[in-house]
Structure formats: C-alpha cells, structure tokens
C-alpha cells in the first residue's frame, strides 16, 4: 500500500526531501509566475469566450491537485492559448457565448477531458501519445497561433468580427474595419509593441544600464502587468470607457465558487470528440515541456501519472467554475528558470491567484480588452513557427506533406478539423512507412564477418545465395510487402537456390506476418529454393516456436549471417564485389 501510494501521489516521494532552501527557491518562483499568470490568466480566458475571472479560477484549484498528482517539478499547469482556442471553437458549435449554457458547457468539457487523461492514466495508456507525429503537432501549433493572433485583432481595433477559420477571420475584419475605434486601437497598438519589446528588448536594456541578471530577468516578467497597471490607469484617467474603448468591467472578488458540470448525456455526446481532441493536444504539449525541462535537471518524468495530475487539474477546474487547462510551455519555462525546485511553487502559485483574485479583482474594472489581446498575441507569436515547412521539405517529402495538410485545414476550416487530421495522418504516415519496410541485400565485407547494403558499399556476394536484412518488424500491415519482394528478386534469378533472411532488426512477428513467411516458404519451395534465417532475437525465436514455421523450414536457423553464408555458399564457387550505387 504504501508504495501504491507513492506511485500515484508522487508529493509522497518528494515531500520527505523539502527543506528551507527549497522552500525558498519554490517562493521566489511563485511570486515571478504570479506575476506572469495574471495577465495571462485573464487573456486566456477571453480567448476561450469566457469571463476573465474563469481565467483566474482555472489557474488555482487545477495547479494544486497537479501538485499533488503531477511528476514534473517544473511544469505550470492552467490554461494555455491552443487550448482555450480549442474550447472556444467546439463550444460555440453548441450555445452562444456568453450565455449561462456556454460557461456551463466550458465546465462539461473540462470534467469530460479530465475523465478521459484520468481513464488513460489509469490504464496506463500514456505510450498512445507516441502515435501523433512531433511535424504534425508543430503544423497545428503554428496554424492556431496564426488564428489565435488574427482572432485578437478584433479587440485591438474595437471592432466586431466572428469565424473560426482564417478567411472568416479576415473577411469579417475587413468588414467591419469602418467600426475602428481610435482610442482602442491606439492602446491595442501600444500594448502589443510594448509587449514584443518587453520580451526581446527589456532583458538586454536592463543588462546595459548594470542592473543585476536576476533583477533584470523578474523585471521583464513583470512586463506585461505593467502593460496592464498603465492602460488600465490611462482608460480610467481619461474616461475611454465613455469613448467605446471596452472594458474587463466587474469582475467577482472571490475564491473560485463551487460549480456543478452538466452531464447530461446529450451534451457530453456533443464534447466527446473535442473533449478526446483537447486531452490528447493538452497532454502532448504538456508532456513535451515537462521532459525538456526535467531532462535538463537528469529528473525522470513518469507519462501515465502526468496524465492522472493532468486528469485531475481539468476535474478541479470543471468543479470550481474553469475549462479545460494543460502544462503550458512559457509559464514552465519561467517557472524552471526562476528556480523551482518541486511542484510546491505551483501550489504557492495558486495561493498567490487566490489572493489576487479575493483582492485585486477591483483594480481592473477599466482594464481595456485590447491589452488582453496585446497579451495574448505577443504570447502565441512565439508558437508560430513555419520552419517546420522548410525542415520537413529536406527531410522528408511525406512529413511534409502531413504537416502541409495540417496547416491547411486548420486555418481554412478550423481547429478541430486541423487537429482531426494531424491525428489522422500521423496514423497513416506511420503505417504507411511501416507497411514498407527497409529490405536490403546484403553482403560480406572483406576481410571481416559484417554485412552491409550491396547499394552502399563494396561487399562480397556470392551466385545462388540471396541474403536480406528486414529492418523492421513484422506484422499485418508489411508482410505482403515482404512477400512482394521476395518473390521478384527470386523470379529475375534463376540462379537462387537459398534465401537467407536476416532478422537482427526484427522485434517482433505477429500471426500474420507468420502465415506470410509460411506462405514465403511455400512458394519458394516450388520454386525448388530453401528458405533460412539468420540472428532471430530470442524473443522472436519464442514466438516462432508456437507456430508451426520451424517444424517445417525447408533451410535452417543460424545464430549469425556469417554462419549461414559460409554453410551456403557453393564450394569453390564464384565470390563476387558488389559495386555500390548508393552514396555512403
């Protein structure tokens, strides 16, 4: 029991270890991210289309159970631009914003998506993760920063516009460009120079002046509350509110409420796909962040728990008036730098929100919405990164492909279509590839008992003797292509009396590729030629006892290619040097 314990609350393990320096290091982190999710919390929750103070109540109750159920001693959970863009573009399928139903649905959608990572935290289901393509995920990324960023620009200007796709987008702000309120724009404008200053430029200026690395580093998270200390002080001293600059306006002072989801089961039927689609998008940027930074401290992050801690932040927000929240990167990334040791500066965090929200609500009645924007637009810009397009051209032209089509769809027909299609064609790009295994002949390199491509080097054959290596397991979705191969190379050569197949790069052998290589020796037999393997890792050897294979191998099972080349080979006979046609 208590091992099971420490297992699933991991605070167990590193709570024994805390001590005043810690306590210390955690504090400071804290104050800085505080500073840092204020802002952050409110624009997020603006982008979801919920009331600011959804942002402030997503970002305390989740970060304390993420604190006692997480691994990561780094990661800052709550809510995060692709999210809150996700739940903004499947809920507003189903009500209006700003309605009683949709504050309501944004609840449901949390408890749903909590559920989901908790079901495949339990069932240890965190490997399902590994199926989304990184290009793929980074495509998306980069085409919901592209919407995120033209979806605020209606805030900067104070104009209306809907859509959720880029040429809705644009076609409604060009629409209702002749609405442009100046005062807004001239804050929206401001603010979002401001901000992209503050975070390329304010960092080297302090340095310049002499002021200290730590202080310079705190001051420049600082920046965007200045951003809102000054607009807001500017809208109110000016009575801009008067002039059509909108405004954030009451919000309640108070810790996050008690709130009850509707799980009735037609609305839950409408949120499982976005519900499925927000957990798995959450958790692999989540566990993205999480691993970079742990790795940098040679820390150990556990995938299935950090879906349990991610499963129960999404259920804490759904019961204290959230949405949906994940591990974000820039919030951990600060929290990392800014010295935190364990998962305590998020609680310490939360504790900060809290007070916040009981005692600061007041003071942004006049923040104007457009600093929001500001906010988030500077925030998602460092998402954006069309690189991927260039990176993946040289690489590989299906990878590129894949990302090309995510792109595409995400900002011509909407988030939820883009990140259907990323899941999608990860999922066929990697049985496509798997479907099409490496095979290569292979020969022996003079001189010595290794075997290499024939195309890429200059090795020693030998007539009547074909021998391959497979570098990949296995299974339902190659073993026709194996077969395929095979047979041709046969039939162009006459000369084959042995075929020795190589299976140092083989994991594994399902039952289907089994009857293929039965099928394989088969035709191979009419054809008057033997069949042999060659290093069949222990394992594999196993499972080919089961069958029936080996009962009725026409050649034999050698411990290594060697081995069976120098037993198959003609006596006397012909050795031949391949002439590579391969660079390398």
């Avoid at 009331?51 to 993420?66: D, H, N, Q």
């Avoid at 988030?376 to 894949?402: E, H, N």
Wanted: aromatic letters at 6%; one cysteine or more.
């Amino acid at each position: 029991m208590p091992s099971l314990l420490t297992r699933y609350v991991p605070l167990l393990t590193w709570g024994r270890e805390y001590d005043r320096l810690t306590l210390t290091n955690d504090l400071i982190a804290a104050v800085i991210v505080t500073i840092m999710l204020i802002p952050q919390s409110l624009a997020y929750a603006l982008l979801a289309g919920l009331p600011p103070e959804a942002g402030l109540y997503a970002s305390i109750v989740p970060i304390l159970l993420y604190a006692v159920f997480g691994t990561s001693r780094a990661l800052a959970v709550g809510p995060v631009a692709v999210v809150s863009l996700m739940t903004a573009a499947s809920l507003s399928q189903i009500t209006a914003q700003g309605s009683m139903g949709y504050a309501v649905a944004a609840l449901s959608l949390a408890a749903l998506s909590g559920a989901i990572l908790l079901a495949m935290g339990l069932l240890r289901l965190g490997f399902l993760a590994n199926f989304l393509s990184h290009p793929v995920i980074a495509g998306f990324i980069t085409a919901s920063g592209v919407l995120i960023a033209t979806s605020q620009i209606k805030h900067l200007l104070g104009i209306s516009a809907e859509g959720h796709t880029l040429p809705e987008l644009i076609l409604s702000l060009l629409e209702h460009l002749p609405q442009l309120n100046w005062p807004t724009a001239l804050i929206g404008g401001a603010a979002t120079v401001f901000l992209f200053w503050v975070r390329r430029g304010l960092n080297p200026t302090l340095r310049r002046l002499g002021i200290g690395a730590r202080l310079a580093g705190f001051l420049t998270k600082a920046g965007p509350v200045a951003a809102v200390v000054v607009t807001t002080l500017a809208v109110w001293g000016l009575g801009l509110a008067e002039r059509g600059v909108k405004i954030v306006g009451a919000v309640p002072q108070a810790l996050p409420p008690l709130t009850l989801p509707d799980l009735s089961q037609d609305l839950l039927a409408q949120l499982l796909l976005p519900a499925v689609l927000i957990s798995v998008i959450g958790f692999v940027e989540s566990i993205s962040v999480a691993q970079t930074l742990a790795a940098k401290r040679r820390q150990r992050i556990d995938p299935d728990q950090e879906l349990i801690g991610l499963g129960t932040a999404n259920l804490g927000a759904a019961f204290t008036g959230g949405f949906p929240v994940t591990g974000g990167f820039s919030r951990s990334v600060v929290n990392f730098d800014a010295g935190a040791e364990t998962p305590a500066a998020g609680a310490f965090t939360a504790v900060g929100l809290a007070i916040a929200a009981v005692a600061l609500t007041p003071l942004i009645y006049f923040l104007p919405k457009a600093t929001l924007a500001a906010t988030i637009i500077t925030a998602v810009m460092g998402l954006v990164d069309f690189s991927i397009l260039r990176k993946s051209w040289g690489y590989s032209k299906a990878d590129f492909a894949a990302v090309l089509t995510t792109i595409a769809l995400t900002l011509l027909m909407g988030v939820e279509a883009g990140v259907s299609a990323g899941v999608v064609l990860s999922i066929l790009l990697h049985l496509y590839k798997s479907s099409r295994p490496h095979i290569a002949e292979v020969g022996r390199v003079p001189g010595t008992e290794h075997f290499r491509n024939i195309l890429r080097h200059e090795v020693e054959t030998h007539p009547g003797l074909l021998t391959l290596r497979v570098d990949e397991s296995l299974f339902f979705a190659n073993a026709r292509f194996l077969e395929d191969c095979i047979h041709r190379r046969v039939a162009d050569d006459p000369q084959i009396d042995h075929v020795v197949l190589q299976c140092s790069a083989i994991n594994d052998i399902d039952l289907s590729a089994l009857e293929s290589l039965e099928e394989i020796m088969h035709r191979l037999s009419e054809m008057g030629v033997m069949l042999h393997l060659s290093e069949v890792k222990g394992p594999v050897m196993d499972r080919l006892r089961r069958g029936a294979l080996l009962d009725h191998l026409t050649g034999k099972v050698f411990l290594s290619q060697h081995d069976a080349v120098e037993a198959l080979r003609p006596a006397g006979g012909e050795t031949r040097l391949s002439v590579p046609s391969l660079g390398g």
